[in-house]
């Protein structure tokens, strides 16, 4: 999934890391080999 925004919060599914975008850059987040998962704020 493609970085679109500030702000945005990204986890991923095999270790559990979390990040939040601060600079929209448009390219894809990666961890443990896999695309991160965007995580909706609730």
Do not use: P, W
Request: hydrophobic content about 35%; glycine content about 14%.
């Amino acid at each position: 999934m493609a970085v679109s925004a500030v702000g945005e919060k990204y986890r991923c599914e095999i270790c559990g890391n979390e990040v939040v975008v601060t600079k929209a850059g448009g390219g894809t987040l990666v961890c443990c080999g896999q695309d991160m998962t965007r995580v909706e704020e609730e």
